[in-house]
């Protein structure tokens, strides 16, 4: 070391080495030294000094660096600006590990007893020739330690110097191998008899026993660490524990048998697979999920494999010295682990705390990314946690494992979730039957439990053993069948029920997805087999089991007329008489109507409508429908006779002039809203098969040009009641109060409703196409009309803003209000909503972030805004409270302890606290519930 050979070098010239550097670092007669020596220091020299050491011992500069590593690793700090400058450093950090020489190598290459230490690797630490530890002990000038007879040191140190020309990876696998011996050391499982005893008869009396337990560890640990060295760096050897992780990464090390095995047989413990079997961290652990990971990676992923995570490092030496010497009595705790932060392990701590409330609410820490609890990012945060989970230090892990075995695992969290639940099922109805196709199972649970056992020789070895916990064993996973039956039962089943709603009402017009049937929903089913039959280009064997149920299931006319044809049909079977010159006496007052309407326009109908009205005596069989002159010539370009739909429309253009209406509505008894949405549908479904013009459409567009428009339907209507209010004289501009508004009447009306469209139209009037734009200009909405309203529509700056909030806050006491909230016509709810977004990004100003809490010091709180709603609710409604105010106010005190500090304080301002609802308290729970 630089500080050996300056001591050695003073003795040359008769001095010490306290006389000789000052010299060296004489800056202008002032000595430009800084630090103290210590047995144990290093000493950094700048230029200057280093060329006046040269000249002192008349050796050249560069032949002192390549014999002196430290000769030019760090610039000391100076006392004085110029000049030569030296300085003493300690400490692991600057100084590179060092030790004793031999002294009877010392006295043989020298010819007289000295002090030497000096730079040795972990494969220079014996003395082959004189069988000697060179032991580094801080503080101190190292110590010699005779070594017992044998050649257990020698032949280790001769196996560490043959494994380290092998290559670069030996120099890693020795750092991983004395980490690994390290934890184990640490840890001292009472099995281990070796090293308690190599640790005694290695003592040197001169040191005391409580010091020697931690400096002998290096010593005693070193055969063991290098025949661990030897493995992990065997390819061969890592190439075996990959092909068993069979690409997955090992939750425990007994997912890797080999690897516990061949650990346990090269350092001659036996005992020690149960042990390292268990293990789901530390150094080795780390060593296994970065092996495996390399394989799938590159370079950088195989240099990863020997890098040891800072908190699986062993503590210096000094620093466990330091702990050993503190004072009897005195609890000082540990020193600090360097890489750690005390900023780290607080952040570490208050994930902790809201990891442990999550699992006392849900059982598990199988948490999603964005996952929160209150403003806590948990998810998040555990996903960083995991990310890295392999350098966690062994007290981050075991706190974790405390809380939740499972938080880590080596497969998606989904997975885990989806487990849960089918624990939680099984731990109810018993273990779920495989075999069976898993009965009593949720729909998804049961399929994923056959996805599994579909899967069940790929799973992790944990997952199956996670699933045999359940029931789900190997043999069990081979007799699974599917959760959903077959398509063919399913319809089978279906049909069931078909033919036993048509048996009890007579028909099977059902329409709507909700309607169910003695639990089945049918509606949905019915609604599904039409759709299919429509789309097939002839009848299939699922319309035709239909067909031979109820010939009408699927009719080219609504399923409302089926349906009161059907409740008609059955009382003309009944025995009930249809006498229409009456009213129809005896029949419901809807049927009636409906029978009315039928025998008024008959006209109207479908031919097989009008066979089915005949037969039961409304209609003439030989009834036809009258074709009008001159519609010969339209029915012959639509490609069939003039239907009612197309009278029915021809009568509303006449009427209104445009056919812009909803798709319920009815004319006439008609419904021509129904009717022209299929219309529109045809002929869009022709223009993309022909590319050509749908002759029934063509005879529509002479009635309405935009019966069909290119945009959206819903705009074309909108339009056609703003042009109705252009005709009549009441159509308002955009931005003005209607007429009634005007008055003072508080009311809204179909022109409050144009109005807003009409706003709207104008905001986005350049990105309306030509057409409409257009239609707009025929109502007076011109391209100019639309710039001047947008123009004096523009967002209110931020003072009128505070403004209205300041009469808010007044007149409520609170700034709580919901987005859609406006006050005196401004929009003071979506305003505030903008203001606590740019409060969060930091993009409020402070002026307003000032006047905003002063009127309400709570505008933009850290939990959930409608909490904060609810909350005025309650405070400002009077007796008797509400019954939803009351559940939620008895959930604030449920759930007390998971609330803010600040909530807390505003609900005991109001009178509610954690023993508003006890049952303790039955006089306080009157006063809400």
């Known amino acids: 070391m630089t500080q050996s050979f300056l001591r050695r070098l003073a003795a040359r010239y008769g001095v010490e080495i306290k006389e000789l550097l000052p010299a060296v670092a004489d800056a202008g007669g002032r000595s430009n030294v800084m630090g103290r020596a210590r047995p144990d220091s290093e000493v950094f020299l700048n230029q200057e000094a280093r060329d006046r050491v040269a000249v002192l011992c008349r050796v050249a500069s560069h032949h002192l660096h390549k014999a002196l590593p430290a000769w030019a690793q760090e610039e000391p700090r100076r006392r004085f600006p110029m000049g030569p400058a030296a300085q003493f450093h300690h400490g692991p950090e600057m100084v590179l590990p060092w030790g004793p020489a031999c002294p009877e190598c010392t006295v043989r290459r020298t010819g007289r007893p000295e002090d030497v230490r000096l730079y040795l690797q972990p494969g220079q630490r014996v003395c082959g020739v004189h069988h000697a530890w060179l032991m580094q002990v801080p503080g101190t000038a190292g110590c010699v330690v005779a070594l017992p007879a044998g050649e257990l040191w020698v032949q280790a140190q001769k196996r560490h110097r043959k494994l380290l020309r092998r290559g670069t990876a030996a120099v890693g696998a020795f750092e991983v191998a004395q980490a690994v011996t390290a934890s184990w050391w640490q ?149 600090r682990r360097r890489g750690h932060s005390r900023q780290a392990d607080q952040a570490f701590a208050t994930g902790l705390s809201y990891a442990r409330r999550y699992l006392q609410e849900h059982g598990n820490l199988a948490v999603q990314e964005d996952t929160m609890v209150d403003s806590f990012r948990l998810g998040e945060w555990l996903h960083n946690v995991k990310t890295r989970a392999w350098a966690l230090s062994q007290e981050r892990v075991e706190a974790l494992k ?71 064993t190997v043999e069990v ?255 308002p501009l955009p931005g003005t109060p209607t007429v009634h508004h005007q008055q003072g009447e508080d009311r809204e009306d179909e022109a409050d409703e144009v109005a807003a469209w009409l706003h709207r139209q104008c905001a986005r009037h350049d990105v309306l196409q030509l057409e409409q734009q257009n239609l707009l200009a025929d109502i007076q909405i011109t391209a100019a009309t639309a710039r001047a309203v947008t123009t004096a529509a523009r967002p209110a700056p931020t003072d009128q803003g505070l403004e209205h909030a300041r009469s808010y806050a007044a007149e409520h006491g609170h700034l709580a209000v919901s987005t859609p909230t406006e006050h005196a016509g401004f929009p003071l709810g979506s305003w505030l909503l903008q203001q606590r977004r740019k409060a969060r990004s930091g993009r409020l100003s402070a002026h307003t972030l000032q006047e905003l809490t002063a009127l309400d010091p709570w505008w933009n709180p850290p939990w959930a805004f409608i909490w904060q709603r609810h909350y005025h609710q309650y405070r400002t409604t009077d007796q008797p409270i509400p019954p939803e105010l009351q559940r939620w106010a008895r959930k604030q005190t449920t759930l007390w302890e998971q609330l803010h500090p600040h909530q807390q304080g505003l609900l005991t301002a109001i009178g509610l606290n954690a023993l508003l609802f006890h049952p303790e308290h039955p006089e306080r729970q009157g006063d809400l519930g």
Request: hydrophobic share 40%; proline share 7%.
């Open 187 to 335: 840890r001292m499982w009472p099995r281990e008899q070796l090293w308690p005893a190599r640790l005694r008869a290695l003592w040197e009396s001169r040191v005391e026993w409580e010091t020697w337990q931690v400096v002998a560890r290096e010593a005693v640990t070193y055969p063991e660490a290098v025949a661990l060295a030897a493995l992990l760096a065997d390819g061969a050897f890592r190439r075996r524990v990959v092909a068993e992780a069979r690409g997955g990464v090992p939750f425990r090390l007994a997912d890797l048998p080999s690897l516990p095995v061949a650990v346990a047989r090269c350092l001659r413990r036996p005992w020690l697979v149960e042990e390292l079997a268990a293990q789901t961290s530390g150094p080795l652990f780390t060593w296994a999920h970065q092996c495996v990971r390399a394989h799938r990676g590159g370079q950088a992923a195989e240099r990863g494999m020997w890098a040891v995570a800072s908190a699986h490092r062993p503590r210096p030496v000094a620093d466990e010295l330091a702990e050993v010497a503190k004072p009897a009595g005195r609890s000082m705790g540990a020193k």
């Open 402 to 472: 405390a809380l939740d075995v499972w938080w880590n695992v080596p497969w998606p969290t989904q997975w885990q979730r989806s487990y849960y639940r089918a624990r939680d099922h099984a731990a109810v109805h018993g273990p779920p039957d495989a075999a069976a196709g898993f009965p009593g199972t949720h729909v998804l649970n049961g399929e994923w439990l056959y996805l599994q056992c579909s899967h069940y020789d790929s799973l992790h070895p944990e997952q199956q053993r996670l699933l045999a916990d359940i029931g789900i």
């Open 477 to 731: 996973a081979r007799t699974a069948r599917p959760r959903r039956a077959s398509m063919q039962a399913g319809f089978e089943a279906a049909l069931e029920h078909a033919k036993a709603y048509a048996a009890e009402h007579g028909h099977l017009a059902v329409s709507g997805k909700s309607v169910r049937y003695q639990g089945y929903p049918l509606g949905a089913w019915l609604t599904s087999q039409r759709s299919r039959a429509r789309r097939a280009s002839s009848a299939t064997k699922r319309s035709l089991a239909l067909d031979a149920i109820d010939p009408w299931w699927n009719p080219p006319w609504p399923l409302a007329w089926q349906r009161a044809y059907a409740d008609v049909r059955r009382l003309v079977e009944s025995g009930q008489r249809l006498d229409a010159s009456a009213g129809f006496p005896g029949i419901d007052a809807e049927l009636a109507r409906w029978l009315s309407q039928q025998r008024a326009a008959p006209q109207s109908l479908h031919p097989d409508q009008r066979r089915l009205l005949a037969e039961i005596g409304m209609v003439e069989p030989s009834e036809k429908t009258p074709v009008a002159v001159g519609d010969d010539q339209e029915a012959h370009a639509a490609g069939a006779m003039p239907d009612a739909g197309l009278a029915s429309a021809r009568c509303f253009a006449a009427e209104h002039g445009h056919l812009a209406v909803a798709s319920d509505y009815v004319h006439n008894g008609y419904p021509l809203g129904r009717w022209l949405a299929s219309q529109r549908m045809q002929d869009r479904s022709h223009a993309r098969s022909s590319r050509g013009r749908w002759p029934r459409g063509q005879l529509l567009a002479a009635l309405d040009p935009w019966w069909n428009p290119p945009w959206h339907y819903s705009w074309q209507r909108r339009y056609q009641q703003a042009h109705a209010l252009w005709r009549a004289g009441r159509l």
